[in-house]
């Protein structure tokens, strides 16, 4: 079958499969794709090579649909005039991946920068579902700038555990809770664990994994609605077909990230973070893609875009429901199509459907206002992340959408000083010195207290531990106190009800000032002003500063050395600094 279509611009796959000057290279690329039944006339006949970057495996669980998934992506392709070739991404499984699946976001990165440019492909699939699944395919894409689209995995069916809904991660911190209140046993916790998990997919919570995926979707990196569809919903299947015809015209188009990423459209993907409820762990992957397209996005930005907007979205951990009730109230679409009503949604950002945003959302509506609510009608006003700074730190947020009523009532309601209050601080030096002295009675932690952990970012841990979510000592829980203020330099699992303050940086293994801070010292919070101080002097500040600094651990791989070396403060998205420098490197096709 010829073709009759001319690319905007020649493939670049050309280069090595039909260089006029050089058919003894060509020759030897074609022979060994030829040994899987492509024939000569096929790779030589002008067909666009789309490569669907593979991230499902059996280490990486929450992905594994794709395995399936993308055979219909492939039929798309075909059916298009195009020719998949499908490669593995390095998994990243979240749950499983020590010390933390956060130093794999920036090597998945790399490693597709290296398939994406140094291998004959126009254009990609991104396959997406686990946390870091997508800034890390989507950072890549920025790096090489080839037309792009992500195809989400989708979020498992709904858990329910004798008639309560329960959701992933979430369902793991509150029983975490009961088990240390002694209400249920470690039978009942697995079984609530297990429950929550009842099928293929990604975290059905809010948590980073669909948070990240309604950011591609809301970036206009994926087809309309794709985000929220659950995993084994034959919905599924249709929109890997649809991605894969979409992604042969878009290398027609020449349709690539560099045009559809602007920083317009990154502020869309924030604002809709705060409506849903989105996790915490949006912020420095915001950053990272952000910066990795060439687009500014400042510590005032989430502020100013993202502070001020209501929560929308009755979905755990921040509410009550999960992903498919979501998805069936309208999904990701919905909310933007409220924030646009209201005005908050720019809405000529270009698409991968070749159209804007703002036409993609028409007469999208939500139909299931439970789940879903208008505008003028939200769960919580000013649900966005507060952003602080003060002393301890030059920059960290608070996720405001999970503040209870009970910890408003108790902290941030002292009358004439409401938003700001004070607190003893109990500080740890990671994990296991927080699991190990939680329950230490000579801590004599109360509810006054705020618990800090630090050596927890990603020159400390290494790659940024979800640690700060950090739960009070048994005997509080016990007496019903739940949660205590919680500060720390790493991250915690978008799947948290916790409103901490976190992935504070600098870290304290990069000279921030929790190096310094001391148990029992006075931290001060001022929820209006976004100050957190620790209410010592600056003569002892700089004593303290004078003296040894809490320790680090070694490497003990080469990456995390190399990681180390090279990568960046959560304030600025964690990257590897030097690769910023990379943008649009497909331009330059690679030398024989
Ligand atoms: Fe993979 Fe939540 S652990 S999506
Ligand atoms: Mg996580």
């Given at each position: 079958?010829?073709?009759?279509?001319?690319?905007?611009?020649?493939?670049?796959?050309?280069?090595?499969?039909?260089?006029?000057?050089?058919?003894?290279?060509?020759?030897?690329?074609?022979?060994?794709?030829?040994?899987?039944?492509?024939?000569?006339?096929?790779?030589?006949?002008?067909?666009?090579?789309?490569?669907?970057?593979?991230?499902?495996?059996?280490?990486?669980?929450?992905?594994?649909?794709?395995?399936?998934?993308?055979?219909?992506?492939?039929?798309?392709?075909?059916?298009?005039?195009?020719?998949?070739?499908?490669?593995?991404?390095?998994?990243?499984?979240?749950?499983?991946?020590?010390?933390?699946?956060?130093?794999?976001?920036?090597?998945?990165y790399m490693t597709l920068v290296e398939t994406l440019y140094g291998y004959p492909i126009d254009a990609v699939v991104l396959t997406t579902g686990c946390d870091k699944t997508t800034p890390s395919g989507i950072m890549a894409a920025s790096t090489v700038d080839i037309p792009t689209i992500v195809l989400s995995g989708g979020p498992m069916l709904d858990g329910w555990h004798e008639g309560e809904l329960v959701g992933s991660g979430t369902v793991i911190w509150r029983s975490r809770r009961k088990l240390a209140a002694g209400e249920i046993d470690e039978e009942e916790f697995l079984q609530r664990a297990t429950d929550s998990a009842p099928s293929a997919g990604h975290c059905n919570t809010m948590g980073t994994a669909s948070t990240m995926n309604a950011v591609a979707e809301a970036l206009g990196l994926s087809l309309t609605g794709c985000a929220a569809i659950p995993a084994p919903y034959?919905?599924?299947?249709?929109?890997?077909?649809?991605?894969?015809?979409?992604?042969?015209?878009?290398?027609?188009?020449?349709?690539?990230?560099?045009?559809?990423?602007?920083?317009?459209?990154?502020?869309?993907?924030?604002?809709?973070?705060?409506?849903?409820?989105?996790?915490?762990?949006?912020?420095?992957?915001?950053?990272?893609?952000?910066?990795?397209?060439?687009?500014?996005?400042?510590?005032?930005?989430?502020?100013?875009?993202?502070?001020?907007?209501?929560?929308?979205?009755?979905?755990?951990?921040?509410?009550?429901?999960?992903?498919?009730?979501?998805?069936?109230?309208?999904?990701?679409?919905?909310?933007?199509?409220?924030?646009?009503?209201?005005?908050?949604?720019?809405?000529?950002?270009?698409?991968?459907?070749?159209?804007?945003?703002?036409?993609?959302?028409?007469?999208?509506?939500?139909?299931?206002?439970?789940?879903?609510?208008?505008?003028?009608?939200?769960?919580?006003?000013?649900?966005?992340?507060?952003?602080?700074?003060?002393?301890?730190?030059?920059f960290a947020i608070m996720k405001t959408s999970v503040i209870s009523p009970a910890f408003r009532q108790q902290y941030l309601s002292q009358p004439g000083a409401e938003d700001v209050f004070e607190a003893r601080a109990i500080v740890f030096d990671g994990s296991d010195d927080y699991h190990h002295r939680i329950n230490d009675p000579a801590l004599d932690i109360d509810e006054h207290c705020i618990l800090v952990i630090r050596g927890a970012g990603p020159i400390g841990w290494p790659g940024s531990a979800e640690v700060v979510n950090m739960q009070p000592p048994d005997h509080l829980i016990q007496r019903g106190i739940m949660a205590l203020p919680t500060l720390g330099d790493g991250r915690q699992s978008g799947t948290s009800d916790s409103p901490s303050i976190l992935n504070a940086s600098p870290e304290s293994a990069a000279g921030g000032g929790l190096a310094w801070l001391r148990t029992g010292d006075t931290i001060r919070i001022d929820l209006k002003q976004g100050r957190c101080d620790a209410l010592v002097d600056e003569d002892e500040i700089a004593r303290r500063r004078g003296e040894r600094a809490p320790e680090v651990p070694e490497s003990h791989t080469p990456w995390e050395e190399l990681y180390r070396e090279k990568t960046g403060q959560l304030g600025e998205g964690g990257v590897l600094e030097f690769a910023l420098k990379y943008r649009g490197v497909a331009a330059q096709t690679p030398r024989h």
């Open positions: 079958m010829s073709d009759q279509r001319q690319p905007v611009r020649p493939f670049r796959s050309r280069d090595w499969f039909a260089d006029p000057a050089r058919s003894d290279m060509t020759a030897l690329y074609l022979e060994r794709f030829m040994n899987y039944g492509l024939t000569p006339a096929e790779l030589r006949g002008g067909k666009p090579i789309i490569g669907i970057a593979q991230t499902g495996s059996d280490l990486s669980p929450c992905n594994r649909i794709h395995l399936e998934l993308v055979k219909r992506t492939r039929e798309g392709i075909v059916a298009a005039g195009g020719i998949p070739m499908e490669f593995p991404v390095l998994p990243i499984f979240e749950n499983c991946r020590r010390p933390t699946a956060a130093l794999d976001r920036n090597l998945a034959r919905e599924r299947g249709q929109f890997a077909y649809e991605t894969g015809r979409r992604i042969v015209e878009m290398a027609y188009e020449d349709l690539r990230p560099s045009r559809i990423l602007s920083r317009d459209s990154f502020l869309n993907a924030m604002r809709v973070v705060t409506a849903i409820g989105g996790s915490s762990n949006a912020q420095p992957h915001i950053q990272a893609m952000a910066r990795h397209a060439g687009v500014e996005i400042t510590a005032s930005d989430w502020m100013e875009h993202g502070y001020d907007l209501p929560l929308l979205v009755d979905v755990q951990p921040a509410g009550r429901f999960l992903g498919e009730r979501f998805h069936r109230a309208g999904g990701v679409p919905a909310v933007m199509a409220e924030l646009l009503g209201a005005g908050k949604i720019a809405a000529d950002c270009l698409t991968v459907t070749g159209r804007t945003m703002g036409e993609n959302l028409r007469g999208r509506i939500a139909t299931d206002r439970e789940v879903i609510r208008p505008y003028d009608r939200p769960l919580k006003e000013q649900a966005g992340f507060l952003v602080l700074s003060g002393n301890l730190f030059d």
